[in-house]
């Protein structure tokens, strides 16, 4: 099956021609010059200049250490932003669909709905895992991408590498691989698969593993074909300096990172064993990321139990497939034991 990824962008968008920014005319070599070309204010504390719109620094870093090459990176304010520009480069408003697979991550839909895109949705089996035959029977000319997430939230589960493989084979729009979780998991990246298939997309943020929720970074990885399109529509500055320096600065250093996931796993390890402990607690699901999703006897009354106990967890009862279920996130282990006092008690 030939992959034609032009066939799926945009028409608008195939025709754009770019924003093209002071700092995109002018890209500094380092040599000492007058930068009077961006309307800036001249005095200097620290963030008076516009950030480099295709944050090479950061990019190459990033590269490096998956054997990439940043022409293979996109990179947005939060991965929710790169999502959009996903809707927004290949789904054509009232006329395009794409396809999820709840229980999952809300902002698909939402998203959907904001660039008036058809959600079809296609739940997932019993055992959460995802239903290909019935995804397939869902595409039709106009699916553009297929959304799964991978450790899923709020399931906790990865799904089988066959399964996916199956539908990158059988599925001529893109598979995006949301990988938001994927520092938590036992199962490998699809990272190393980019090059073997041409529709596939990476997602990745820096909000969970990395510690950085409030600096709003998120990344897509995928062909430099892809990575080109999401390119010429994202806004001009839409990572910001401090955003930039920050990420670039822990980055190089994700040896205290490497420390506190390892310590969430062992806590999550041990959280479960605690959990199976509690009456009332009926399933404890199969998780790898930093979360546990249980199924309790009565969802909404231990929610409000807990919460008044001083502690909020999530309840994901409303979601397809999880009546009666509470989301844990795993914390330092002090919050942990207290989480663990407060479901004992009552
Ligand atoms: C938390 C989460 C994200 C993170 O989004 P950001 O905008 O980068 O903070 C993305 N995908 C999934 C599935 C998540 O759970």
């Given at each position: 099956m030939k992959f034609d990824l032009y066939r799926l962008v945009r028409e608008n968008i195939r025709g754009l021609k770019p924003y093209s920014s002071a700092r995109d005319e002018y890209t500094s070599d380092g040599s000492k010059m007058v930068f009077i070309d961006a309307n800036e204010s001249p005095y200097s504390n620290g963030i008076n200049r516009y950030p480099d719109p295709q944050q090479r620094q950061l990019k190459t870093l990033l590269a490096e250490s998956f054997s990439l090459s940043p022409a293979n990176i996109l990179l947005g304010n939060g991965s929710d932003e790169v999502l959009d520009l996903i809707f927004r480069a290949f789904c054509e408003p009232h006329k395009d669909n794409v396809i999820t697979m709840p229980p999952t991550y809300g902002m698909y839909k939402v998203l959907a709905g904001i660039n008036a895109i058809e959600n079809r949705e296609v739940l997932l089996t019993e055992s959460f895992e995802l239903d290909v035959d019935r995804i397939l029977e869902s595409v039709n000319s106009k699916t553009k991408v297929i959304f799964l997430c991978s450790p899923n939230n709020p399931t906790g589960n990865s799904f089988s590498v066959k399964h996916i493989e199956y539908l990158l084979n059988n599925f001529q729009g893109l598979l995006v691989v949301d990988e938001a979780y994927i520092d938590f998991a036992t199962q490998g990246s699809w990272l190393n698969k980019l090059?073997?298939?041409?529709?596939?997309?990476?997602?990745?943020?820096?909000?969970?593993?990395?510690?950085?929720?409030?600096?709003?970074?998120?990344?897509?990885?995928?062909?430099?074909?892809?990575?080109?399109?999401?390119?010429?529509?994202?806004?001009?500055?839409?990572?910001?300096?401090?955003?930039?320096?920050?990420?670039?600065?822990?980055?190089?250093?994700?040896?205290?990172?490497?420390?506190?996931?390892?310590?969430?796993?062992?806590?999550?390890?041990?959280?479960?064993?605690?959990?199976?402990?509690?009456?009332?607690?009926?399933?404890?699901y199969p998780t790898d990321a930093n979360f546990i999703l249980v199924k309790v006897d009565d969802a909404d009354k231990r929610y409000q139990e807990i919460l008044e106990l001083g502690v909020v967890v999530r309840n994901r009862s409303t979601q397809p497939l999880c009546y009666n279920t509470l989301r844990f996130t795993i914390g330092t282990p002090e919050e942990n034991e207290t989480l663990l006092k407060v479901l004992n008690s009552l």
């Open positions: 090059g073997q298939f041409p529709n596939l997309m990476v997602t990745r943020t820096f909000s969970k593993a990395y510690g950085m929720a409030g600096l709003r970074l998120g990344v897509c990885y995928a062909s430099e074909n892809i990575i080109t399109i999401l390119n010429r529509i994202k806004p001009p500055y839409n990572v910001n300096e401090l955003t930039q320096r920050k990420a670039f600065q822990m980055i190089q250093n994700t040896a205290l990172v490497e420390e506190q996931i390892a310590e969430i796993l062992t806590e999550r390890d041990r959280m479960i064993g605690q959990l199976a402990k509690i009456s009332y607690v009926k399933e404890i």
